[in-house]
């Protein structure tokens, strides 16, 4: 039906172009003199240009974007080159052109527009440039350009929709941070261990089957061939260097603060030689074991990419959930915005089945806790739980010792 209603109106518009051609002749041939024949020859090109330009097909243009990269961090400035090519040299009196950006980009502050009129005249070739300032977290998809057309009388509009697929990746923004293990002093909770991060191999107390981050020296040859499968030898570990880190979902106001600091404890983690495990609930379950190097630094950073503030279950509860799976005796780090007494009271669970317990209570520049969370923070912390507060624009501070005795 659209199709349709576009044609009878194309078709209009050209039959009211030759009434005014026959119009301003026939008022040239009764009326005579030299304004009259004027005013007819003065309009005659616009309305052939009008009518050539109904007969003008936009299939002959090419559109193409160019990105510099596809990998960025969050608040990077993006350059992208849009260039046209076409085959004639039919003159256009102007081209309207837009690249359709998704509802994130074009939030985004734009000081040069994605939306840009040319006037191409006769040019085979013809380029712009827009730049995308602070590009937010997030995978981005480009689908398209829009192409629009017309005549200087207003009479004869084009458009048309070309396909044109990209993609750039938008990495968190992150912190270098200088991580310390914590380990647990009795009677004082947890305080920054400034030894080498190591796995402690030394001694064997068994055997179990072979799981994901496991390094090729721990396989257990003789009870891998018993069994018909690969087993590891199993350590007694005084100390884990092992961290997983569990990350609150839930919508906030600093959770982009959230993902930016835990992007930055993930890779201060494994930048120091230990392994990491990460788990979110968000839309969906994300579940990451604990493993090493720089092939688990970009799977946890491409997910942080992409995350979103939507739980719906309270960091607690996920806690209580999750916290069954995890069969390791591990530090503990959680990173959340918000602090409340269940929270406090399933970390402590958490720890004491578990491992050492950290939490990281993420703020906004130069705020402070509240009374509630000040009481909140004395609880945890007569429970062996060491809470760190971070204030947005300073993650470096979360192993120094000032934090350690917040």
């Known amino acids: 039906m659209e199709k349709r209603w576009l044609l009878v109106k194309k078709v209009w518009k050209f039959i009211l172009l030759l009434i005014l051609i026959l119009l301003t002749f026939s008022y040239a041939m009764f009326q005579g003199g030299f304004v009259s024949w004027f005013l007819f020859y003065s309009f005659l090109p616009f309305a052939i240009y009008c009518m050539a330009l109904s007969f003008y097909s936009l299939n002959e243009l090419e559109v193409s974007r160019i990105l510099p990269k596809i990998d960025f961090n969050a608040g990077e400035v993006l350059q992208v080159t849009v260039k046209v090519k076409r085959s004639n040299v039919f003159p256009l009196f102007f081209l309207l052109i837009e690249d359709n950006l998704d509802e994130p980009l074009k939030l985004a502050q734009q000081r040069k527009k994605a939306k840009v ?3 191409p005249g006769v040019r085979k070739e013809f380029s712009f440039e827009y730049l995308i300032h602070d590009l937010p977290r997030g995978e981005h998809f480009f689908h398209s350009f829009t192409l629009k057309i017309g005549d200087p009388l207003g009479l004869f509009e084009k458009e048309k929709t070309f396909a044109a697929e ?28 400034r030894e080498r991060v190591q796995r402690d191999t030394s001694m064997a107390i068994g055997v ?45 106001k600093r ?18 030689g230990a ?29 942080l990419a992409k995350i979103e503030a939507k739980s719906l279950r309270p960091f607690e509860k996920v806690i209580e959930t999750e916290g069954l799976f995890i069969q390791q005796t591990i530090s503990f780090m959680l990173v959340t915005a918000q602090l409340t007494k269940p929270l406090i009271d399933k970390a402590s669970f958490l720890g004491q089945r578990k491992g050492s317990i950290a939490l990281f209570l993420i703020k906004g520049p130069k705020e402070s806790p509240t009374e509630n969370e000040r009481s909140l923070m004395a609880i945890a912390n007569a429970r062996g739980i060491r809470i760190v507060l971070i204030n947005e624009g300073n993650h470096r501070a979360a192993f120094s010792e000032v934090s350690l005795r917040l």
Request: with cysteine; net charge neutral; charged share 20%.
């Open 275 to 303: 392994q990491t495990g990460l788990l979110t609930c968000s839309n969906d379950r994300a579940y990451f074991p604990i493993s090493g190097g720089e092939p688990q630094l970009r799977q946890l950073f491409y997910h």
């Open 255 to 272: 959770f982009e603060t959230v993902v930016s600091f835990t992007a930055s404890l993930v890779r201060a983690v494994l930048k120091k």
């Open 166 to 193: 990209g993609r750039i990746i938008v990495y968190p923004a992150y912190s270098e941070l200088l991580y310390q293990p914590f380990e647990n002093q009795y009677d004082q909770g947890l305080t920054a261990s």
């Open 117 to 119: 009129l040319i006037l």
């Open 208 to 252: 179990r089957e072979y799981q994901p981050g496991d390094r090729f020296s721990w396989i257990n040859w003789k009870a891998s061939a018993k069994r018909n499968e690969i087993m590891t030898k199993e350590f007694e570990q005084r100390q884990s260097h092992d961290v997983f880190v569990l990350m609150d979902c839930i919508p906030d």
